[in-house]
């Protein structure tokens, strides 16, 4: 008998807060998909995992982004995140399910909870992930799935692929946004298996209030079809920059350099330690293209830059790409755009 013959299909958390499910879920069930086609010999599905209370319902939503089947875990004291429950919950499935993989988005719940239920499960755990593929060759050789998972290392300058190839779930978790999502069918039928857990926790903690950060930002990066990038050539020049953004409906970004400047929030940081983003065009100013922002940025649909240096790394990912001084360049911009808009 093979060594994981019992061990199918691949798993997806999928995370949910107020019965809203988490949009990197169904781009993981999205890219789940993907690698189920490209070993049909398996016969596997996609299964995602749904905790919550009163999430029954959702369960077709999730069949409609892809799954073939849902778990549902509906108990009221999964009704906010507890990384006691759900760890417990989602262990339990798994042990009783044998998953081959299962896959988590990589959100402040995500990392909280899956290397919980690995380190329970006593299996490794992908953390980060920015690839997964099946390893093609080695399945015809061994007959065993196994997921090729590459997150960044060494602070983002080194890509590393890491296997879990003796035992099974092969756990991993991936950012936001790495992949695309693929069309909703409304139509799609698919399984859905309620699973009551038996709680195993001796010491529940007791939830007492739930405080919500006030968002500091007013707007979501993650969620703008424009972006219009800001390096640390273009701090001279941000008012400008805002307007290019204003003009085309897009929003500012930044790279980590201007965040420590002191010039931009956070929140609006793109890369390895900031958000990954995907938009139609991204406009990247006076940013050098280190790996650590690309990182966050390099899937854009467009990516233009302006830099005074003709041999920046930024113009090796760029569509288009102006040698010159932002100051200069992004007025004339501005003008171009408004002139545009007119005819
Ligand atoms: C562990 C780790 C994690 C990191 N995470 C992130 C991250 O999430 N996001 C991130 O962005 N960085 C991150 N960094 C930092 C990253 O390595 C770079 O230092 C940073 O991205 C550089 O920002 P920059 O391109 O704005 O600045 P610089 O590297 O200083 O580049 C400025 C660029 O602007 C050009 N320029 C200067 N003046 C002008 C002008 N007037 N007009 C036109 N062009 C001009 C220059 O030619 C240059 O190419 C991380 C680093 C580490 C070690």
Redesign the pocket.
Known sequence: MARFEEYKDIFVFVEQENGNIAEVSYELISEARKLVASIPEFGYKVVGVLLGENVKEKAQEVISHGADKVIVVDDALLKDYSTQFYADALTQVVLAHKPDSMLTGATPLGRDLAPRVAARLNVGLTADATKIEVDLEYAKETGESLLDVTRPTF??NLFGTIVCKDTRPQMATIRPKVFELAPTDTTRTGEVEEFTPSWTTTDPQVFVEKVIEKVKADVDITKANILVG?????E?CLDVLQKVADELGGVVC?????VEDGFLDKDR??????KTVRPSLYIA?????????C??MDKSDLIIS????PQ?E?FNISNMGFV????T?LPLLVESIKAAKAE
């Open positions: 602070g983002g800001a390096g640390r050539g273009a001279n930044c790279t980590r350099a201007v940081q793109v890369g390895q330690t900031g100013c006076g940013i050098s293209g280190a790996v650590q922002h990182a966050g302006i830099n005074r240096d920046a930024i010159g001084d932002c100051a360049v």
